[in-house]
C-alpha cells in the first residue's frame, strides 16, 4: 500500500511539469505540492510490500496500476483547477481584483486545464480500470471482478465518464463541471480508502 501512495506521488510531480510546460502556470504547486508531501507522510505510515507478497506476474498487473494512477494524478490536477474556478469566479463577482484575481488564471484558462486534465484522465483511468478487470479475471476468476476495489473503480470509472460525456457531448457550463468534478473526486478518495481497506485485509 505504501508504494501505491508512492507512486501517486510520483505521478502527481510528473504531471504538475507536464501541466507547468503547457499551461506555464506555477501557482499550480501552491495546491499540489501539499497533497504531494501529504501523501508521501501517508505512504510512510503504511505497512510496505515485501518480496514475498507480491502477488501477480501479469502484463495486465503492470498496464492497470500506471494507468490508473496517472488517471487518478490527473483527476485531482482537474479538482484542483476546479476549485482555483471558484476562488476566481468569486473573486469577479464581488470585484475584487487583489492579489488573488492577478496571481491566479483567467476562468477560461483554468476551464481548459480543467477540461483537458478531466478528459486525459479518463481516458488513463479507462485503460487501467479494463485492465485491471481483466488482471482480477486472470488471477481470481469472476469472484475478483466483483471484489470491492473493482467495484469502486467501476464507479468512479462510471461517475467520471458521465461527467466526460455531458461535458463532451451536452455543452456542460464550466461552473456545472467544476462541480461534476469535485463531486466526483469524492469517489476517488473512497475508492482509495476501499482499495486500502481491501489490502488490509
Known sequence: MSDLFML???SLSLTYIILYMIFKRPLLALFIFPVIMALGL???MMPTTGPSD???ESV???I???FTILGTALFLFATISSIMYFVQEKQLKKKNFGFIFRRFPPLDVINSL?????MTGFYFFSIGVFSGIIWMGYEHGRMGIFSPKMIFAIVTWFIFGTITYF???RGMTPRSTAYSTV???VSVVVTYIGVAIFLMG
Open 64 to 66: 492497470h496500476l500506471p
Open 60 to 62: 495486465w498487473l503492470y
Open 42 to 44: 501517508f505512504a510512510k
Open 54 to 56: 507480491v502477488i501477480i
Open 8 to 10: 501517486l506521488c510520483l
Open 114 to 118: 480543467t477540461t483537458s486534465t478531466l
Open 167 to 169: 461535458k463532451q457531448f
Open 183 to 185: 463531486a466526483g473526486f
